[in-house]
Structures are given as structure tokens and as C-alpha cells.
């Protein structure tokens, strides 16, 4: 854009109030809230008096203000400084990226088209005797047309084939392998997106309407996670590579002992005896003039619970159990006592593997050493009725239950039967579930024990120590 | 005291602050909205002193409210004068009524002030410190909202007690647990990360000067790479940083050497495992490489035998 253009651009947009600090900064709020960060009315406020103690045309300044008053914690200043740079530009680069952005848009509508057609002509025979269409959403086609080529042969292989298979309803079979495979592809792909891409777990919005809006939302959505301590933090455990685990580890290591310091200052404080409420006796006592004759207490804590761990640690969830099972043996510095047990096929106890004084290192390889559960299938209904014969006495009404599964499991509906009998015997069950938040809804096992349990997402490692924080410290 | 920002910069620099604008804006916006200052940032960046700090450019009373697990507003607020109480209630036991005895005790003459109730009851504008906020309970976190965004506090036998002069209220937090988005909704909001090497030069001149502009950038660089590039349990702060250049001062050392580092470490980092993974061979070479702005494969003078006695002419 030329600059007598950029010029009237301006003027135009200042004539219909669509160019004041007002208006940008309610658009940059709306951009920041859509990213995750919570930024109230009153904080808005706050961000356009503070513009009028500062000299606007001193940028850092500007940035400085607006961040002290929309930004409240290191996430969120990380978001807003990506976001700024992004929305606080020249309308020349603005205008740039939009048509970047639209050109990348047509590409990816030809692909998903082509993916449409190419689909379509394999499933055509049966869609004719079907009484609904196949119908597959805008993502399925995307996934499909990233696809590698061999994926694709493959998958119209496997549909042709099965053109030739002798069922009563072809079509409502061939509609569910179809989306059922591109939905894996869809997991598949996103957990191998290398270097982090898409973390996940800055929310997925929707389009705001707006295109230079929805445009810094995006690139604030691919960028942010690209620091790698927030990458670790926030990206799915399963997908981490070899090479993460060490800062990992040492990541637990210092959250955990974190938690622990909170938990045992706690602990001591409630294990003292009752204190005296002046104040409250001496109201009391007036009438005897001032002899404390009867005593008022404070209220006194509740009796610190105790904790039961029962981990999945099947193929799916192997590498996720590994640093589940290192901050708990983290925690239990502070918790003591803690029993746990892992479960894939059966249970096994592991209590003794979790003792104070042992290295976890060695605990892990003693324990998949001496395991015969690890990287096995999963059977939930199978392990809680080994856990209720032999282990049923551990469960008492102050005893937290803490089950930490993606719920793929085999007879969940028996497996929840037992689930409720041991909501029955304990305080409270907690369930950590390690598939993410998006994904539940498509699951049945899922629906069924969110009935039973209080669950909670766990895919990352923020997520955990957020959940174990919650619970714990409500608890204790 | 009324400062522009500017002014207030350089304020805060002459009572040995160094900010740059980030952190000027932000303490500016906290004096002239009348918001309390929430300041995170990992131990030992510099968050306590702003508070001190304003308390000298402002030449006022810094009235400090350490926070920990189990601060109640009765050691945080106020509490009665119990024994002043009893011994009113033995004197007029026989004279009068006990309805119109408990009239006359919860008087503010029987109060005892804590700190947030002797810094809004100031008559001078004071600047109050509440350190460390992220150790109380979420109850006293969300009892501080009154006094945080009203500036008052609710005594139930007195009623509300409005702040003579609003103070500068700065709040600390280590981030060992998340705030309420209530609390922080109210305050202006800061975050202090490590300084990068000019920064922390700038520090190191100021209330180290004797260290000399040299061996202070070596430290500023050692200290760098120790933060940047070594997985520690705890990352050496500027106060150890500090503490760390008036050690080698004490040794009259003028510049990084081997052996002075090696001496000296355990003012640095206060963990053994990190001490450790320091002192090892190949690390400690690496962080004497990075200390005297060698380029990689240079190899330079870093073994020192004078003991830290290096003759003047090596400046």
C-alpha cells in the first residue's frame, strides 16, 4: 500500500471511530481473552487510563502500560508480548499478512476438495444405498490431505476391499472405519508434529469474524509454545522425545518438591492440639468478670487423609505412567504412607518401590523389572477386583483415590460396577485421565466413569501438577 | 511527592534501582492509578527492594507484612488488648453492668494495629509491603480483596475503617502457587526475570564499584551461562551474585580466575548437587570460557597461582 493510501485508510477508519485507542485496545482485549488470558472489564479500564499517563508515541512505553494492566502472570505476558507485536503493526504488514493468509486458506480449500473427490469416488457405490450420506468434517478432509500418499492407497485399499464383505449394513460400516481411521491419522499426525507445532492447550476458538483478529490469534496459537520450558510444561507427556526426558525429570523433581514443601508446612501446623480464641473467650468470660472460666477454641483443621494411587501403566500409557509415578514418588516426601498400585492387564502393589529413601531411578527399573503389567493391554474390570480381594482393607471414608488412566479399557461397564463400590468405601475418587479434554466426548468408557469419578484432564505436565495441587491441598 | 516517569526512574536508579522502562512504567501506572503493585519473579530478582526502594524516594515508613502459610488477620490486621481488657473487667466488675463493660472494651483504645491496619490508619502516605503473598491461605488471599481494591478494612465491633492516606501497597509473590485471578485483577502486575549481562553489570557497578567494571562483567558473564545453560536446582539470584563479587573483592581479586571461582562457588549456589555439577571440569571450563569473552576453541589465561593477588597492571 502506497502511503497517501495508507493515509486515507486511516482517516477514514478515525472518521468512523473504528480507529481510536479505545476501540484498538477492546480488540486487543477481545484477541487476548480469546487466547486464554482473562482479562476483566475493570482491567480494560485500567489499560485505557493508564495510556493517558504515558507518552503514546514512545512504543515500549505503550507496550509496557497496556501489558502491566492485561497481562497477569508470566503465561499470560509471554501471550501478550507475542500478541502485540502481532496486532500493533504498520497496516502495510497487516495488509500483508491477510493476503498471506488468504492465500494459504484457497490452498488449503483445493486440498480438501481434492480430498472430498478422491474419498467420495471410493465410498460412491455404497452411498447409493445408503439412506444418509456420508458426511465428513472440514478437519477429516484436512487430515486426509496431509496424509502421506502411502496412508492414502491404504486406507482406499482397505475400503475397497471391503466392498466384497459379507455384512448386512455395508455402508454404516465402511462410514464408521472411514471416520474412525481419520481420526487416528488426525491424533497420529498432531503427536508427531515436531518441535511442539500445536500444543493443544491454548484453547481452540473459533473465528472471531474478524480477519486481521482471527489472524493474530493464529500465529500467537503456532508461536507461543515455542520457548522450551513452556513447550515441555504444556505439551502432551506421550509426545515428548528421548531427548526431553532429562529436562523433564529434572522438571518433576523441583515441581514436586515444591508441592511437597506446601503439603508438610500444612501437615505439622494441623497435627498441633487446638489454640485457645482469646477473643472469643473473653467475650465469653465478661460475665465472670474476665476469669477465663470457659474456654473458646479456634476451629480445628481436618484430619489429613490419606492417599491411595492406582496408575495405569499399559502400552498406551507407558511413557505417561514414568513421570506420573516420579511426581508421586516426589510427593511422597511429604505425604508418607502413600500407597500405590499399577495396573494393565492386573494390579500389583508397588508401596514398597515408593520409600523414602530409595533413588527412583533404580525403583523404576526394579519395578518394570520385577512388573508383569508394564506395556500390556488394559483391563480395568480385571484389576479393580484383584484391588477390592486382596486390597479392599486399604479403603477407608478418609482415603482419597487417585486413578491415573487414558480409559481404554476392556468391559468398562463391569469395571464401573466396581468403581462404584469403591466410591462407596473411600472419601473421594480422582481420576487424572491423560487423553485430552477434546477427545472425551468420542469416548464411552470416558462418559461412563466421569459419572463416577471427579476427572480431570492430565495430558501435560502442567495439567498434573495443577489437578495434584487442587486435590491434595483440598484435602489436607 | 508527585514524579513523572521519568523522574521517578531516575529516582529510583539514585537509590540504587536499576530499572528499565518495563519495570518504571509499571511502578509509574501503580502511583498514579492507586493500584497495589503485584511483583512476581523467581527468589532473589529484586522484588522486595522496589517496595524498599519507594519507601526512600518517597522518604516514607515502609510498613512490612511477611505472609505465611497460616497468617491470620489477627496477626496480619489487628487484635484486642486482652490483658488491658481483663483488667478493665476486674476493675469495674462490681459497678457495672457486664452489657455496658463489653460496650466500652472492643474500643479503638483497646486495638492493637497490625500492619495493614497501622498503614491505612497512617496519616502519611506509607508504603506497604506484603511479601511473599503466595504462602498465605486462599481464605486470607481473598480477606485482602477489601483493602486491595477499597482501601478499607471491616472490623466487626468497630465497623469499616477507611485509609487515611492510601498507600503504596506492593505485593511479592515467589509464584509457589497460583493467585486468585481476584486478587490479581486488582493490582497492576509485574513480572522480574534474571537480568541479561548488561543489566546485571549495571547492578554490580552500582553497589559493588570496588569490584571494578572488569571483573563485575566476568561475573555478570559466569553468572549468564550458569543460569542459561546449567540445569541447577536454584539459580543463583542478583543478591548472590552481590554477595559473590564482594567475596572475590574481599580476596582482592580483580579478575575470574579457576581457583578464585572455585573458592568462592559456595556463595553462589547454595545446593551441594549444584555446587557439584559447577566445579566439574568441563563446565567449569566452559563458564571461564564464556567469563572472559573467549570465542569457542580459544583457549585462554583462566589459571590464576597468586592467589587472587593479580599485580595492577593487569587492569
Given at each position: 500500500m502506497e502511503p497517501g493510501e495508507t493515509a486515507c485508510v486511516v482517516t477514514e477508519a478515525e472518521s468512523a471511530g473504528l480507529n481510536t485507542i479505545e476501540y484498538n485496545i477492546t480488540r486487543f482485549v477481545q484477541i487476548l481473552r480469546r487466547l486464554g488470558v482473562r482479562v476483566s472489564l475493570a482491567e480494560t479500564v485500567d489499560a485505557v487510563s493508564a495510556l493517558?499517563?504515558?507518552?503514546?508515541?514512545d512504543k515500549s512505553r505503550v507496550r509496557a502500560a497496556l501489558k502491566a494492566c492485561l497481562a497477569k502472570s508470566r503465561r499470560e505476558a509471554g501471550i501478550f508480548d507475542q500478541a502485540y507485536g502481532l496486532f500493533f503493526t504498520t497496516p502495510e504488514e497487516k495488509a500483508r499478512r491477510r493476503q498471506q493468509y488468504r492465500e494459504a486458506r484457497a490452498e488449503r480449500d483445493r486440498l480438501i476438495n481434492t480430498a472430498e473427490r478422491e474419498l467420495m469416488e471410493v465410498v460412491e457405490e455404497w452411498q447409493r444405498d445408503l439412506p444418509e450420506k456420508i458426511v465428513l468434517t472440514e478437519q477429516q478432509l484436512e487430515t486426509f490431505s496431509l496424509m502421506p500418499e502411502s496412508g492414502k492407497e491404504r486406507m482406499k485399499e482397505i475400503l475397497d476391499r471391503m466392498k466384497s464383505n459379507p455384512v448386512n449394513n455395508p455402508g454404516e460400516l465402511i462410514n464408521r472405519v472411514l471416520q474412525s481411521s481419520l481420526n487416528y491419522w488426525r491424533y497420529y499426525m498432531m503427536k508427531n508434529a515436531?518441535?511442539?507445532?500445536?500444543?493443544?492447550?491454548?484453547p481452540e476458538e473459533g473465528s472471531t469474524g474478524d480477519e486481521e483478529m482471527d489472524e493474530v490469534i493464529r500465529s500467537v496459537d503456532a508461536h507461543f509454545y515455542h520457548h522450551p520450558g513452556d513447550r515441555i510444561l504444556h505439551r502432551d507427556m506421550e509426545s515428548l522425545?528421548?531427548?526431553?526426558i532429562p529436562r523433564m525429570t529434572s522438571l518433576i523433581s523441583h515441581m514436586s518438591s515444591q508441592l511437597a514443601l506446601g503439603i508438610s508446612r500444612r501437615y505439622k501446623r494441623s497435627a498441633g492440639t487446638a489454640a485457645v480464641d482469646i477473643r472469643r473467650t473473653v467475650r465469653r468470660n465478661i460475665r465472670y468478670?474476665?476469669?477465663?472460666i470457659e474456654l473458646r477454641y479456634r476451629a480445628r483443621r481436618r484430619k489429613r487423609p490419606r492417599f491411595l494411587l492406582i496408575c495405569d501403566v499399559s502400552a498406551s500409557m507407558a511413557r505417561h505412567a514414568r513421570f506420573v509415578l516420579q511426581f508421586i514418588y516426589g510427593l511422597n516426601s511429604a505425604l508418607g504412607g502413600l500407597e500405590s498400585f499399577i495396573f494393565s492387564e492386573d494390579l500389583e502393589r508397588t508401596?514398597?518401590?515408593?520409600?523414602?529413601?530409595?533413588?527412583f531411578a533404580r525403583s523404576m527399573t526394579d519395578m518394570i523389572n520385577g512388573?508383569?503389567?508394564?506395556g500390556k493391554s488394559t483391563n480395568l474390570h480385571e484389576s479393580l477386583k484383584t484391588f477390592l480381594r486382596?486390597?479392599?482393607?486399604?479403603?477407608?471414608?478418609?482415603t482419597v483415590v487417585f486413578i491415573v488412566s487414558d480409559?481404554?479399557?476392556?468391559?468398562p461397564e463391569a469395571a464401573a460396577g466396581l468403581l462404584r463400590d469403591i466410591k462407596l468405601k473411600c472419601a473421594d475418587i480422582i481420576w487424572l485421565n491423560t487423553?485430552?479434554?477434546?477427545?472425551w466426548e468420542q469416548k464411552a468408557p470416558v462418559k461412563l466413569f466421569c459419572g463416577l469419578a471427579d476427572m480431570y484432564e492430565c495430558s501435560t505436565l502442567s495439567q498434573l501438577e495443577k489437578a495434584l495441587r487442587r486435590h491434595v491441598f483440598k484435602y489436607a | 511527592m508527585d514524579l513523572n516517569l521519568d523522574e521517578l526512574k531516575r529516582a529510583m536508579e539514585k537509590e540504587g534501582y536499576v530499572s528499565e522502562d518495563d519495570l518504571a512504567v509499571t511502578v509509574y501506572l501503580a502511583l498514579t492509578l492507586k493500584k497495589p503493585l503485584l511483583v512476581e519473579g523467581a527468589?532473589?530478582?529484586g522484588k522486595t527492594e522496589i517496595a524498599k526502594v519507594l519507601g526512600r524516594v518517597f522518604d516514607t515508613e515502609v510498613i512490612r507484612l511477611q505472609c505465611y502459610e497460616g497468617l491470620d488477620e489477627n496477626k496480619a490486621l489487628y487484635e484486642w488488648n486482652y490483658q488491658r481488657q481483663l483488667l478493665k473487667i476486674q476493675i469495674l466488675k462490681d459497678s457495672c453492668p457486664h452489657e455496658d463493660i463489653e460496650k466500652d472494651l472492643f474500643?479503638?483504645?483497646y486495638l492493637l494495629e497490625r500492619p495493614l491496619l497501622k498503614a491505612i490508619r497512617s496519616d502519611r502516605r506509607v508504603v506497604l509491603l506484603i511479601d511473599e503473598?503466595?504462602?498465605?491461605d486462599e481464605p486470607f488471599e481473598a480477606f485482602l480483596f477489601e483493602l486491595l481494591s477499597d482501601f478499607q478494612v471491616s472490623i466487626p465491633e468497630l465497623g469499616t475503617l477507611e485509609a487515611r492516606q492510601i498507600p503504596i501497597v506492593v505485593l511479592t509473590s515467589n509464584g509457589d502457587r497460583e493467585l486468585s485471578d481476584g486478587l490479581k485483577r486488582r493490582c497492576v502486575y509485574l513480572y522480574i526475570d534474571y537480568p541479561d549481562i548488561d543489566k546485571e553489570v549495571r547492578i554490580l557497578q552500582m553497589?559493588?564499584?570496588?569490584?571494578?567494571e572488569r571483573l563485575n562483567r566476568q561475573i555478570a558473564a559466569a553468572v549468564n551461562y550458569i543460569r542459561s545453560n546449567l540445569d541447577l536446582r536454584k539459580q543463583p539470584s542478583i543478591a548472590e551474585s552481590l554477595d559473590w563479587a564482594r567475596a572475590l573483592v574481599a580476596l582482592h581479586a580483580d579478575v575470574l580466575t579457576v581457583e578464585n571461582l572455585t573458592r568462592t562457588v559456595n556463595l553462589l549456589l547454595k545446593n551441594r548437587d549444584d555446587r557439584l555439577q559447577v566445579l566439574d571440569g568441563g563446565v567449569l571450563d566452559e563458564i571461564m570460557r564464556h567469563a572472559l569473552g573467549e570465542k569457542a576453541g580459544e583457549k585462554g589465561?583462566?589459571?590464576?597461582?597468586c592467589h587472587g593477588n593479580l599485580p595492577a597492571s593487569s587492569n
Open positions: 493517558a499517563g504515558i507518552d503514546l508515541l515436531a518441535g511442539g507445532g500445536k500444543a493443544g492447550t491454548l522425545d528421548d531427548s526431553d468478670g474476665g476469669v477465663p508401596t514398597e518401590f515408593f520409600s523414602k529413601n530409595r533413588n512388573s508383569r503389567q508394564w486382596h486390597y479392599g482393607d486399604k479403603l477407608t471414608p478418609d480409559a481404554r479399557t476392556v468391559a487423553l485430552p479434554r477434546r477427545e | 527468589p532473589g530478582v474500643d479503638e483504645e503473598v503466595d504462602k498465605v553497589k559493588v564499584p570496588e569490584a571494578g589465561h583462566t589459571h590464576c597461582h
